[in-house]
């Protein structure tokens, strides 16, 4: 069973650009979620969606938004990028089962340098 | 109240070693306590996970120790190995919820 897919895996942008990266989550997995690691934050919630309807937010500006597909891929845009948000963004996906038990199944991240 | 505090930072282990990791909480309604793995260059991996009904689990050489007045629990790797060496992650989260508190990490060294 293929694990949790994200693309791009490494991107440079400057800042006041957008990026959008992509996660596939595993098959028959229908939550995904998103954290954005730093060293300096650590692993920080970002937002998880279910069945295409966002269920939870954490606390970031309006700048990072995402949106899930009817076959359970999703992506996430971070707009008008600062400096800060240089930052590993890590895809988690649940199954049913994860649901019950809090089982996250992460990606291996896109590593986002903003210059 | 949605904090998660890891101790130490990093941590240097003798092969054969034990390692321990310990977090607190402080948002009472967090029911599940997850541990995560993470080597470099990879995403964290479920290593294992407790829920405040019982005070330990055990999965091979990896305990949890869950102390629900104090609000503490901790990881405990026995006879460390070389292999155990990366980045643990302690976390917390409602049950049912899929947002993960995480605690700052703690990278563990195991010296051969």
């Known amino acids: 069973k293929a694990g949790v897919t994200q693309t791009p895996r490494y991107l440079i942008k400057t800042r006041g650009q957008q990026v959008t990266l992509s996660c596939s989550p595993i098959?028959?997995?229908?939550?995904v979620s998103w954290y954005q690691q730093t060293p300096g934050q650590g692993l920080q919630f970002l937002f998880e969606?279910?069945?295409?309807?966002?269920?939870n937010k954490g606390n970031f500006p309006g700048r990072f938004s995402g949106r899930q597909f009817s076959n359970s891929r999703s992506e996430m845009n971070v707009s008008t990028l600062e400096l800060g948000d240089s930052a590993l963004y890590l895809c988690?996906?649940?199954?049913?089962?994860?649901?019950?038990?809090?089982?996250?199944?992460f990606g291996e991240g896109s590593r986002l340098t903003v210059l | 109240q949605q904090q998660v505090k890891q101790s130490p930072q990093s941590l240097i282990v003798q092969k054969g070693g034990i390692s321990i990791i310990n977090c607190a909480y402080e948002?009472?309604?967090?029911?599940?306590f997850p541990w995560y793995q993470q080597f470099p260059g990879k995403g964290p991996a479920l290593l294992i996970a407790?829920?405040?009904?019982?005070s330990e689990k055990k999965e091979g050489r990896f305990t949890i120790s869950f102390n629900k007045s104090a609000k503490q629990f901790s990881l405990h790797i026995m006879d460390s190995q070389p292999g155990d060496s990366a980045t643990y992650f302690c976390?917390?989260?409602?049950?049912?919820?899929?947002?993960?508190?995480f605690g700052q990490g703690t990278r563990l060294t195991i010296n051969p």
């Open positions: 407790i829920r405040p009904d019982v």
């Open positions: 976390a917390a989260s409602k049950r049912g919820a899929q947002k993960l508190v």
């Open positions: 988690a996906s649940t199954g049913t089962q994860g649901a019950n038990t809090g089982e996250l199944f």
């Open positions: 948002n009472t309604a967090f029911d599940y």
């Open positions: 098959s028959g997995h229908r939550s």
């Open positions: 969606y279910f069945s295409e309807t966002q269920r």
